[in-house]
């Protein structure tokens, strides 16, 4: 990816840099019922507040509790239980002063200094030095607010800000409901916090300062709020000389002062100075929109898999009398999103720059379920979804409108992002529901105050409609919004504010997914014959389709008490008490295909298989009916932000499982696949490109490594596409009928170098994988070499007498704690080498920790690999 940052010249004015800072450290907190005084008080730097404990801003209540060790972590075994939930004690019990001392001198001339929150959950009060700032209580999770405090600045530059943080009211009875009762819905707010069935309920609902707070300096006039479009037309290639794109651009103008002001609204863009003349009015707030530029020759955004995620940085200024009074900075790249309607799907089809996306997605809950939210743990996570050959991620409604650290990680590597306000279907009404407190017609109307939603809505529309990832709004969660909300978002607000994006009322709307099946509309949710990923056809633009995830047993062991490392009996029916509590569903039969389980260790070793087939077949069955049944898949869920054992890639840990390496392959941009069904050897091309001189290849080996040459023919394949090359049924059921066969699956490009390789495990006759109960070991020669800083190339190679080295898991750790090194990025994971092959695989890490290599597989003995 290459990065275009445009450099800004002033060369006749005075520029000054734009000025904020966070107030991120050197928090205090205490509870309301310690504390017998006001605002007006607490916020003079003579009060007390010495023995006060140390608090986490950004955070949350809870977050402080647990980081003074007040309260256990509510992410191992049952220690949520532990925590007194906010039902039971009252809201006062969780209601927070917080305090910062800052320093801050009280500007000359026209100089102003403003004090902005991101986001607090859910009401508060914020004084400074002895005044009280907002003349009404704000109210609100996704507003952010913005304050003049210039005269409120003491005039030596010490400071005490005090802000006392309410919770959500109703705060909602989690009596096991999705939502619990539900009347959390009655909240402009997350709504995950009462519980559902991924997660625990956050005993606290997430109350406090739980996004950034800044200090912002300016000149007279403030720019706020400043909006680029980009217009791509026609249909663009990713390599060569670009027609122009157009843009358009705006912003806010604040002007702070009582007196009238005249200045240049202005920003550069490929060299070129796009100017306005503007006059404000004092106090006057005015959107003013600048000329309208066409961008020669650019250099164009495009989705992970398809180009490069070019990024353009763009600042705006307001100048007045040559000096620069303020300025934001905008990152943003130019591309448009189109969408269509495929007739015969029946369903919603993107483009971006003109060229049709498949969309392969993840549904995305939130980075962590307590919002200790961070650029690094945003970026990890992407980057997954990025390896993951993914394209897009939908961000559930019943949590946030995302931060901007997470769409910049979306820019970088090139997921397009779907949006849902905050709706669910469980909370808001569409079903009976005998744990919700109020009936359907009630909880339709959600929540209490429209008029807050809706506002809220402008807001985060404002802060993040800048980043090329954000391609879809959505009204809601399996709803829409009530009506008088979901016509003022659709007619008024995103037309005017973001007229160039898609907006679907609901995630299982019939104008992106016509619903022609019956049932809801998405699903299902639980563990499939992979087999059913190919034969059945669901719906056209599944936003929810899902199955299992359960962690290996290192990852288990991190939040798994040891006397409950017990694995599920499915055939018993019993399952542990704690493995209940974070949510396990049921793996069914599946496992025990495999063999007698041994332990706990040797149950997650063979869940791991059946992670990657679940999730190879998923990808591979949708990609199969590519724009005839399907116009795009979102996988529920891909990621979770508590100990959950279910619907993940990667553990909270970030520790990766064999579902993200089944899925990165079934999702290969050049894929090639065999049809269960009927056996059928297909290839996939999700490129813009057609695939010419392709020379599959395929063969079958026995358990002993013994090879049966099938066949090896050219082919090629027009751009995004599937091609349907020849059936292996009959020689597949004739080779597997005793101990099963695994089957070899390659595509070389002219170079011969390896396009794409798949190998699949097939059972024996009665469904059982005899054949690799006792499949002999298989000792591998290896090595590993530092390429660079971070960057470590593992190379196994496996004995031409050998059988295959079965599904090998490569892992990074600390070689003086043999610990893994968290996060990590492999190229490649859970892999199987043919006799005779050799397999490279880039780790890619940021400790600083002596790495040390670890590999084990099904046949191959867990052996250490010291780095060159």
Same mark, same amino acid.
């Given at each position: 990816?290459?990065? /275009?940052?445009? /450099?800004?010249?002033?060369?006749?004015?005075?520029?000054?840099?734009?000025?904020?800072?966070?107030?991120?450290?050197?928090?205090?907190?205490?509870?309301?019922?310690?504390?017998?005084?006001?605002?007006?008080?607490?916020?003079?730097?003579?009060?007390?507040?010495?023995?006060?404990?140390?608090?986490?801003?950004?955070?949350?209540?809870?977050?402080?509790?647990?980081?003074?060790?007040?309260?256990?972590?509510?992410?191992?075994?049952?220690?949520?239980?532990?925590?007194?939930?906010?039902?039971?004690?009252?809201?006062?019990?969780?209601?927070?002063?917080?305090?910062?001392?800052?320093?801050?001198?009280?500007?000359?001339?026209?100089?102003?200094?403003?004090?902005?929150?991101?986001?607090? $959950?859910?009401?508060?009060?914020?004084?400074?030095?002895?005044?009280?700032?907002?003349?009404?209580?704000?109210?609100?999770?996704?507003?952010?607010?913005?304050?003049?405090?210039?005269?409120?600045?003491?005039?030596?530059?010490?400071?005490?800000?005090?802000?006392?943080?309410?919770?959500?009211?109703?705060?909602?009875?989690?009596?096991?409901?999705?939502?619990?009762?539900?009347? /959390?819905?009655?909240?402009?707010?997350?709504?995950?916090?009462?519980?559902?069935?991924?997660?625990?309920?956050?005993?606290?609902?997430?109350?406090?300062?739980?996004? !950034?707070?800044?200090?912002?300096?300016?000149?007279?006039?403030?720019?706020?709020?400043?909006?680029?479009?980009?217009?791509?037309?026609?249909?663009?290639?990713? %390599?060569?000389?670009?027609?122009?794109?157009?843009?358009?651009?705006?912003?806010?103008?604040?002007?702070?002062?009582? !007196?009238?002001?005249?200045?240049?609204?202005?920003?550069?863009?490929?060299?070129?100075?796009?100017?306005?003349?503007?006059?404000?009015?004092?106090?006057?707030?005015?959107?003013?929109?600048?000329?309208?530029?066409?961008?020669?020759?650019?250099?164009?955004?495009?989705?992970?898999?398809?180009?490069?995620?070019?990024?353009?940085?763009?600042?705006?200024?307001?100048?007045?009398?040559?000096?620069?009074?303020?300025?934001?900075?905008?990152?943003?790249?130019?591309?448009?999103?189109?969408?269509?309607?495929?007739?015969?799907?029946?369903?919603?089809?993107?483009?971006?720059?003109?060229?049709?996306?498949?969309? !392969?997605?993840?549904?995305?809950? /939130?980075?962590?379920?307590?919002?200790?939210?961070?650029?690094?743990?945003?970026?990890?996570?992407?980057?997954?979804?990025?390896?993951?050959?993914?394209?897009?991620?939908?961000?559930?409604?019943?949590?946030?409108?995302?931060?901007?650290?997470?769409?910049?990680?979306?820019?970088?590597?090139?997921?397009?992002?779907?949006?849902?306000?905050?709706?669910?279907?469980?909370?808001?009404?569409?079903?009976?529901?005998?744990? !919700?407190?109020?009936?359907?017609?009630?909880?339709?109307?959600?929540?209490?105050?429209?008029?807050?939603?809706?506002?809220?809505?402008?807001?985060?529309?404002?802060?993040?409609?800048?980043?090329?990832?954000?391609?879809?709004?959505?009204?809601?969660?399996?709803?829409?919004?009530?009506?008088?909300?979901?016509?003022?978002?659709?007619?008024?607000?995103?037309?005017?504010?973001?007229?160039?994006?898609?907006?679907?009322?609901?995630?299982?709307?019939?104008?992106?997914?016509?619903?022609?099946?019956?049932? $809801?509309?998405?699903?299902?949710?639980?563990?499939?014959?992979?087999?059913?990923?190919?034969?059945?056809?669901?719906?056209?633009?599944?936003?929810?389709?899902?199955?299992?995830?359960?962690?290996?047993?290192?990852?288990?062991?991190?939040?798994?008490?040891?006397?409950?490392?017990?694995?599920?009996?499915?055939? %018993?029916?019993?399952?542990?008490?704690?493995?209940?509590?974070?949510?396990?569903?049921?793996? %069914?039969?599946?496992?025990?295909?495999?063999?007698?389980?041994?332990?706990?260790?040797?149950?997650?070793?063979?869940?791991?298989?059946?992670?990657?087939?679940?999730?190879?077949?998923?990808?591979?069955?949708?990609?199969?009916?590519?724009?005839?049944?399907?116009?795009?898949?979102?996988?529920?869920?891909?990621?979770?932000?508590?100990?959950?054992?279910?619907?993940?890639?990667?553990?909270?840990?970030?520790?990766?499982?064999?579902?993200?390496?089944?899925?990165?392959?079934?999702?290969?941009?050049?894929?090639?696949?065999?049809?269960?069904?009927?056996?059928?050897?297909?290839?996939?091309?999700?490129?813009? %490109?057609?695939?010419?001189?392709?020379?599959?290849?395929?063969?079958?080996?026995?358990?002993?490594?013994?090879?049966?040459?099938?066949?090896?023919?050219?082919?090629?394949?027009?751009?995004?596409?599937?091609?349907?090359?020849?059936?292996?049924?009959?020689?597949?059921?004739?080779?597997?009928?005793?101990?099963?066969?695994?089957?070899?699956?390659?595509?070389?490009?002219?170079?011969?170098?390896?396009?794409?390789?798949?190998?699949?495990?097939?059972?024996?006759?009665?469904?059982?994988?005899?054949?690799?109960?006792?499949?002999?070991?298989?000792?591998?020669?290896?090595?590993?070499?530092?390429?660079?800083?971070?960057?470590?190339?593992?190379?196994?190679?496996?004995?031409?007498?050998?059988?295959?080295?079965?599904?090998?898991?490569?892992?990074?750790?600390?070689?003086?704690?043999?610990?893994?090194?968290?996060?990590?990025?492999?190229?490649?994971?859970?892999?199987?080498?043919?006799?005779?092959?050799?397999?490279?695989?880039?780790?890619?890490?940021?400790?600083?920790?002596?790495?040390?290599?670890?590999?084990?597989?099904?046949?191959?003995?867990?052996?250490?690999?010291?780095?060159?």
């Amino acid at each position: 990816m290459k990065k /275009i940052t445009l /450099i800004f010249l002033l060369a006749t004015q005075a520029a000054i840099s734009q000025n904020r800072y966070e107030l991120n450290s050197g928090w205090v907190c205490a509870g309301m019922g310690s504390v017998k005084t006001t605002g007006e008080k607490i916020s003079v730097s003579s009060y007390p507040v010495k023995s006060w404990m140390p608090a986490t801003v950004p955070g949350t209540v809870l977050t402080s509790l647990l980081d003074n060790k007040k309260v256990p972590d509510p992410f191992y075994g049952m220690n949520n239980e532990k925590i007194p939930d906010i039902y039971t004690t009252g809201r006062d019990h969780y209601t927070y002063w917080f305090v910062k001392d800052f320093t801050e001198k009280a500007p000359q001339g026209n100089e102003q200094v403003w004090l902005q929150f991101r986001g607090v $959950n859910y009401s508060c009060d914020i004084f400074l030095n002895g005044k009280k700032v907002n003349a009404k209580r704000h109210y609100g999770m996704f507003l952010r607010q913005n304050y003049n405090i210039t005269r409120l600045l003491n005039s030596n530059g010490a400071n005490r800000l005090a802000v006392i943080i309410y919770p959500i009211d109703p705060v909602g009875n989690p009596n096991g409901g999705q939502g619990g009762d539900g009347t /959390i819905a009655r909240n402009v707010s997350h709504q995950y916090v009462a519980g559902w069935d991924w997660i625990q309920p956050i005993r606290d609902r997430n109350t406090g300062i739980w996004d !950034k707070v800044y200090i912002e300096k300016t000149g007279s006039v403030n720019v706020k709020n400043p909006h680029i479009v980009t217009h791509v037309p026609g249909i663009r290639k990713v %390599e060569g000389e670009q027609q122009p794109a157009q843009i358009l651009a705006s912003a806010e103008l604040q002007n702070a002062t009582d !007196k009238k002001k005249e200045g240049v609204l202005q920003y550069l863009i490929d060299g070129q100075t796009v100017k306005q003349n503007v006059s404000l009015e004092p106090g006057e707030v005015k959107e003013v929109n600048l000329p309208a530029y066409q961008l020669n020759n650019p250099r164009l955004w495009w989705p992970s898999g398809y180009g490069p995620q070019n990024l353009y940085t763009v600042k705006f200024q307001f100048v007045e009398n040559g000096t620069v009074s303020d300025e934001e900075t905008v990152t943003t790249g130019v591309r448009e999103i189109q969408t269509s309607w495929n007739a015969t799907s029946r369903s919603k089809q993107i483009a971006v720059n003109g060229q049709k996306i498949f969309i !392969k997605g993840g549904n995305w809950i /939130i980075s962590d379920a307590m919002l200790r939210l961070s650029d690094k743990r945003y970026d990890a996570e992407i980057r997954y979804h990025r390896d993951m050959n993914l394209n897009l991620i939908r961000v559930w409604g019943g949590a946030l409108l995302e931060r901007p650290e997470f769409f910049n990680a979306c820019d970088r590597y090139g997921l397009l992002v779907m949006q849902d306000f905050w709706m669910s279907g469980d909370c808001n009404g569409r079903w009976v529901d005998p744990k !919700k407190s109020e009936d359907q017609w009630t909880r339709r109307k959600y929540p209490n105050d429209h008029a807050l939603f809706l506002n809220s809505v402008v807001d985060q529309v404002k802060m993040v409609r800048n980043h090329p990832s954000l391609a879809i709004w959505c009204g809601g969660n399996e709803i829409t919004p009530p009506d008088d909300i979901l016509r003022s978002m659709k007619d008024s607000i995103l037309p005017k504010l973001d007229s160039t994006r898609w907006f679907v009322d609901y995630s299982n709307s019939d104008d992106m997914s016509y619903n022609s099946l019956g049932g $809801n509309g998405d699903g299902p949710y639980g563990i499939q014959d992979p087999k059913h990923f190919w034969e059945h056809r669901t719906y056209p633009f599944n936003s929810e389709v899902g199955s299992v995830g359960v962690g290996d047993y290192v990852s288990l062991q991190r939040f798994i008490p040891p006397a409950n490392m017990q694995f599920p009996q499915y055939y %018993e029916k019993t399952v542990d008490s704690v493995w209940e509590y974070h949510k396990y569903i049921s793996y %069914e039969q599946y496992v025990d295909l495999f063999g007698k389980i041994y332990d706990i260790a040797d149950w997650t070793r063979k869940a791991q298989l059946v992670n990657y087939d679940q999730y190879r077949a998923l990808a591979e069955g949708f990609s199969n009916h590519m724009w005839d049944w399907y116009t795009g898949f979102i996988i529920w869920k891909t990621q979770n932000p508590w100990t959950a054992m279910r619907g993940q890639m990667y553990d909270y840990y970030l520790d990766p499982n064999a579902c993200l390496f089944g899925l990165r392959k079934g999702s290969e941009p050049v894929h090639v696949m065999c049809n269960p069904t009927d056996g059928m050897v297909t290839i996939v091309n999700n490129t813009f %490109e057609q695939q010419q001189n392709l020379m599959l290849s395929v063969k079958m080996y026995d358990m002993s490594g013994k090879d049966s040459f099938v066949t090896q023919v050219f082919t090629y394949i027009e751009p995004s596409s599937t091609k349907r090359i020849l059936s292996i049924k009959e020689l597949i059921a004739e080779r597997s009928k005793a101990h099963g066969v695994l089957v070899s699956l390659q595509l070389h490009n002219e170079k011969k170098e390896v396009v794409s390789e798949n190998v699949y495990w097939l059972p024996d006759e009665l469904g059982n994988y005899t054949g690799l109960f006792g499949l002999p070991p298989s000792p591998l020669m290896t090595k590993a070499r530092q390429l660079e800083k971070g960057k470590i190339e593992v190379t196994l190679t496996n004995y031409p007498i050998n059988p295959i080295a079965f599904f090998n898991r490569i892992t990074l750790v600390d070689a003086k704690t043999k610990e893994r090194i968290l996060p990590v990025f492999y190229d490649d994971n859970y892999f199987s080498i043919l006799p005779g092959g050799e397999k490279k695989v880039i780790i890619d890490y940021g400790s600083s920790a002596e790495p040390l290599i670890m590999v084990e597989g099904w046949n191959v003995r867990m052996q250490e690999i010291k780095v060159q």
